[in-house]
T-cell receptor, first 115, second 113 residues
Framework: SQTIHQWPATLVQPVGSPLSLECTVEGTSNPNLYWYRQAAGRGLQLLFY??????ISSEVPQNLSASRPQDRQFILSSKKLLLSDSGFYLCAWRVLAGGPRETQYFGPGTRLLVL | SQKIEQNSEALNIQEGKTATLTCNYTNYSPAYLQWYRQDPGRGPVFLLLIRENEKEKRKERLKVTFDTTLKQSLFHITASQPADSATYLCALDRGSGTYKYIFGTGTRLKVLA
């Protein structure tokens, strides 16, 4: 069965420091991958979407970037964190075959607090 | 611009009653709509998907309706239980087969024993 991992689970970082969040998927090939941010009291905001290695679309202009160095690995990065980057970061994948293609499966999330 | 609205106020209901949550949208016509459940500190979990040509979809104690004229979806939990307490999110596709979604802010449901 498919599994999605995210780490770390919790992170406290000072303003201006770099960031690297990792997401990996097991049990599937060539998934579509997503990064979302969920701020307190707000809905999930789509940050990045990837259909394959090196293929990433950015949805919101910001100081974050994403990379997909391997088929089942998706990384969210920042060179300098802002206070507004605090939130709950969720990675998700979408099945391309063998089930409803519209459904997304979310990871456990990373809670980021920028101080 | 595309917009989704869910009742941001928490919904408290008594155990055994039917909970009804609302999702309204404006400025576009999605091909389908999804409902997810999110527990505190966890990622959302998919519950149901309903397409624009479907009026109603059921899964066990869950029922979803989709009214494209009213631009509204209703999510019902019958015979609610305390374990149903969670935040429920609706999500709509952006259209054109993009597989990108817009999520509502969610409605927090609390089922009282």
């Amino acid at each position: 069965s498919q599994t999605i991992h995210q780490w770390p689970a919790t992170l406290v970082q000072p303003v201006g420091s770099p960031l690297s969040l990792e997401c990996t998927v097991e049990g599937t090939s060539n998934p579509n991958l997503y990064w979302y941010r969920q701020a307190a009291g707000r809905g999930l905001q789509l940050l990045f979407y990837s259909v394959g290695i090196g293929q990433i679309s950015s949805e919101v202009p910001q100081n974050l970037s994403a990379s997909r160095p391997q088929d089942r690995q998706f990384i969210l990065s920042s060179k300098k964190l802002l206070l507004s980057d605090s939130g709950f970061y969720l990675c998700a994948w979408r099945v391309l075959a063998g089930g409803p293609r519209e459904t997304q499966y979310f990871g456990p999330g990373t809670r980021l607090l920028v101080l | 611009s595309q917009k989704i609205e869910q009742n941001s106020e928490a919904l408290n209901i008594q155990e055994g009653k039917t909970a009804t949550l609302t999702c309204n949208y404006t400025n576009y016509s999605p091909a389908y709509l999804q409902w997810y459940r999110q527990d505190p500190g966890r990622g959302p979990v998919f519950l149901l998907l309903i397409r624009e040509n479907e009026k109603e979809k059921r899964k066990e104690r869950l029922k979803v309706t989709f009214d494209t004229t009213l631009k509204q979806s209703l999510f019902h939990i019958t015979a609610s239980q305390p374990a149903d307490s969670a935040t429920y999110l609706c999500a709509l596709d952006r259209g054109s087969g993009t597989y990108k979604y817009i999520f509502g802010t969610g409605t927090r449901l609390k089922v009282l024993a």
